[in-house]
Structure formats: structure tokens, C-alpha cells
């Protein structure tokens, strides 16, 4: 499986920006998709999730109401959309891929994912 992201750049505090990443190199009848975050010197933080079949959606606390998580499934594709960006935004996002629909508690941590996408950089200026 691979998975391209994009969408990352540099906006100004209070902007938005919409991250995309693409799963492809296989058939997938069940999997989650999750956005986290790194900044430098720091672990590597859950942002969002959305799992399928059923769907459900998951937000870190820290951007619930300002970030939207969605996916097209014909496309395996998963969207971030962040509007009301700060500063404290600011870090590498980095898409993770989880075949099957894992427990909820299995989103939070980065070390349950199967495979990664190459992150793209986020910079919110003040």
C-alpha cells in the first residue's frame, strides 16, 4: 500500500488549508484512515480518524470544530479540512492507513497503523 499526501503550505493565522492523501496498491474492503501530526522535537500526535463500514469520525480535542476529516471511497482517498488555523497548528501531517475497522482506543496511537504516507509540512504564521 501507498499513500501520496498533499495539500500542505505555508497560510496565515486564521486560514485554512485542505490536506489529501491517497491509499493505492490494492483492493481494500475495510480500513481507517487517520491525520497526525509531528513537530520538531516532539511524538508524533492524533489529529483526526475516520473509520468505514460503519463510518465514524474522531478529532483530537485540540481541533475539534475547526477540522473536518472526510474520505471518498471510490477514490481512497481521505481529506483534512482545516479552517481557523493557529500557530500551534504548525508541524509535518502525516496520513496513517489501518487495514479492518480497529476499536476506537487503537486510533489515538501512531503504532498501530500499517503503513504511512510522506507528510507534508503545515506552517501557520502570526
Known amino acids: 500500500v501507498q499513500l501520496q499526501a498533499s495539500g500542505g503550505g505555508l497560510v496565515q493565522d486564521g486560514g485554512s488549508l485542505r490536506l489529501s492523501c491517497a491509499a493505492s496498491g490494492g483492493t481494500f474492503s475495510n480500513y481507517a484512515m487517520s491525520w497526525f501530526r509531528q513537530d520538531s522535537g516532539k511524538e508524533r500526535e492524533f489529529v483526526a480518524g475516520i473509520r468505514w463500514r460503519p463510518s465514524s469520525t474522531h478529532y483530537a480535542a485540540s481541533v475539534k470544530g475547526r477540522f473536518t476529516i472526510s474520505r471518498d471511497n471510490a477514490k481512497n482517498t481521505v481529506y483534512l479540512q482545516m479552517n481557523s488555523l493557529k500557530p500551534e497548528d504548525t508541524a509535518v501531517y502525516y496520513c496513517?492507513?489501518?487495514?479492518?475497522?480497529?476499536?476506537?482506543?487503537?486510533?489515538?496511537?501512531?503504532?498501530?497503523?500499517?503503513?504511512w504516507g510522506q507528510g507534508t509540512q503545515v506552517t501557520v504564521s502570526s
Open positions: 496513517g492507513f489501518k487495514l479492518g475497522y480497529p476499536v476506537l482506543s487503537s486510533l489515538w496511537s501512531s503504532m498501530n497503523y500499517d503503513y
